[in-house]
């Protein structure tokens, strides 16, 4: 895995403008290159755009950067009206003198291409809008319409550099978008060689699954994340999950929280699990284990803590019907916002996207303890080894932010294994196995805690019941505890 550390060095001999776009500054270990110009690349639909407008409106707002921003496709009311639902107040910065729109309309039918051709007209008008804002950030959105009518690549280069070295020598940072050619980054394949830093975005499908897909693929005089990373655009804008720069720097709390079971609590050395840990309760259908986890949530509820409920086979309603059941009723802690279900279908998205939601309902929520029900689900979406490269990547999240997570996994067939579908429990601090036995025709739960790292705990299988007060052991939990400190 690769760690995007920043080069303090580097971060000093290049100054850098922050994007203040969640993830992307991460990535690129400050942000973009100060005063120097990035092409953002992609297909139609990819979020070229609005990556690049997010750039221009958050330094207005949050950097103390006017921005210019010439359209060449949209005008600046559509464009307002596009970004409007983000959250973004366009008309109103304009108002304010931190931004300035210039819509410039190219009929190809009007361009002739001769040996003449050239980008003065469109340096006047750059020139003029920047000194009318003092702006100190500018959007090209896209350079095809600019270049639309020209076949001629040597022209084509050698105003592309023109334009380059005006941005450059204006000393402000320049954010240009292209549209991705055939097995090149842009369709001309050129504008890559004349700028600083290139960004490509991707929005692939795969399997009726659509995935959207940022990279850096170059930096001049930086360090940078090289990989793919996942992003989102919904109604906040655009993020970006860094996913390869989480490692194993996280705080290991000695404090311990309740199962919201006594006699579980027993098994685990009478105390319960490690506040930032990680537990896995794994099972053949009908086991138990929404029970189990539901009583967690409502003992952590009952401490004043926020618990989010990640939700993949069943609504909140039914879920919430079922466990009253067995006497616990979470509707309360709806209420108060102490409990927050996010449900959905694995299928509605890919892996990458169900990580990145994940990452931004935990940042959003605040949580203190997450729950994952059941991890399996996701086994529809990507293999065993995608589940569990994605399931490492929430861990290494959760543990960073001191949330303890709690997850669920089906195990296929009749009998219990000390393996989970996914592959996942190498990753868990804790794992309890819920089976089923049948004995003289009747069906007999049992629980045992097969691993449990740091503590003692009981390794002993005990037998349990679902009652009207909620699962409740048949034998001492106290007995059988042992000491361990491994996994």
């Known amino acids: 895995m690769q760690h995007t550390i920043p080069n303090d060095a580097i971060s000093r001999a290049l100054p850098k403008s922050p994007t203040g776009i969640q993830g992307l500054d991460e990535i690129t270990n400050g942000g973009l290159p100060k005063g120097r110009a990035t092409l953002v690349c992609g297909g139609a639909g990819s979020g070229k755009t609005l990556l690049a407008t997010s750039f221009l409106i958050n330094g207005a707002q949050h950097f103390g950067e006017p921005g210019v921003l010439v359209t060449f496709e949209e005008n600046g009311d559509e464009l307002a009206g596009d970004v409007a639902s983000l959250g973004f107040d366009l008309p109103g910065l304009i108002e304010q003198g931190k931004l300035f729109i210039d819509y410039v309309r190219i009929d190809r039918s009007e361009i002739e291409e001769t040996g003449e051709y050239d980008l003065e007209g469109l340096f006047v008008r750059l020139d003029h809008a920047i000194r009318s804002t003092g702006a100190r950030r500018i959007v090209l959105d896209t350079i095809e319409s600019l270049f639309s009518g020209l076949d001629n690549a040597n022209i084509l280069r050698a105003e592309l550099r023109r334009l380059f070295r005006w941005l450059k020598d204006k000393g402000i940072t320049a954010v240009i978008t292209a549209e991705r050619g055939e097995g090149t980054l842009t369709r001309q394949g050129l504008e890559e060689y004349v700028s600083d830093a290139v960004i490509l975005l991707d929005h692939r499908v795969t399997e009726q699954v659509s995935t959207r897909r940022l990279r850096v693929v170059k930096y001049r005089g930086s360090h940078h994340g090289t990989n793919e990373y996942p992003f989102l655009i919904d109604r906040h804008g655009l993020s970006v999950l860094p996913v390869t720069s989480l490692g194993l720097t996280h705080h290991a709390s000695t404090e311990r929280l309740s199962s919201g079971v006594r006699e579980l609590d027993g098994m685990l050395g009478g105390q319960g699990y490690f506040r930032g840990s990680t537990v896995l309760v794994s099972g053949t259908a009908g086991t138990g284990?929404?029970?189990?986890?539901?009583?967690?949530?409502?003992?952590?509820?009952?401490?004043?803590?926020?618990?989010?409920?990640?939700?993949?086979?069943?609504?909140?309603?039914?879920?919430?019907?079922?466990?009253?059941?067995?006497?616990?009723?979470?509707?309360?802690?709806?209420?108060?916002?102490?409990?927050?279900?996010?449900?959905?279908?694995?299928?509605?998205?890919?892996?990458?996207?169900?990580?990145?939601?994940?990452?931004?309902?935990?940042?959003?929520?605040?949580?203190?303890?997450?729950?994952?029900?059941?991890?399996?689900?996701?086994?529809?979406?990507?293999?065993?080894?995608?589940?569990?490269?994605?399931?490492?990547?929430?861990?290494?999240?959760?543990?960073?932010?001191?949330?303890?997570?709690?997850?669920?996994?089906?195990?296929?067939?009749?009998?219990?294994?000390?393996?989970?579908?996914?592959?996942?429990?190498?990753?868990?601090?804790?794992?309890?196995?819920?089976?089923?036995?049948?004995?003289?025709?009747?069906?007999?739960?049992?629980?045992?805690?097969?691993?449990?790292?740091?503590?003692?705990?009981?390794?002993?299988?005990?037998?349990?019941?679902?009652?009207?007060?909620?699962?409740?052991?048949?034998?001492?939990?106290?007995?059988?505890i042992r000491a361990t400190g491994g996994g």
């Open 289 to 480: 284990k929404t029970s189990l986890t539901a009583h967690f949530t409502d003992a952590a509820c009952r401490r004043g803590e926020r618990v989010l409920y990640f939700l993949f086979e069943e609504s909140p309603l039914q879920l919430m019907r079922n466990m009253r059941s067995i006497g616990i009723d979470l509707k309360p802690w709806i209420d108060k916002g102490l409990l927050h279900f996010q449900a959905e279908r694995p299928s509605n998205a890919g892996l990458e996207s169900h990580l990145a939601l994940m990452y931004q309902n935990v940042r959003d929520f605040k949580p203190s303890v997450t729950i994952v029900d059941a991890l399996t689900n996701l086994l529809t979406v990507g293999t065993a080894n995608d589940v569990r490269a994605m399931l490492m990547r929430v861990i290494d999240y959760l543990k960073v932010n001191e949330v303890t997570g709690f997850f669920t996994s089906l195990t296929p067939g009749k009998f219990e294994s000390e393996e989970t579908e996914a592959g996942v429990s190498s990753l868990m601090d804790t794992w309890i196995v819920l089976t089923i036995q049948e004995v003289d025709r009747q069906r007999r739960r049992e629980i045992r805690v097969l691993k449990s790292r740091g503590m003692a705990h009981s390794n002993r299988v005990h037998e349990f019941e679902l009652t009207d007060h909620g699962l409740r052991l048949l034998s001492d939990p106290g007995r059988g």
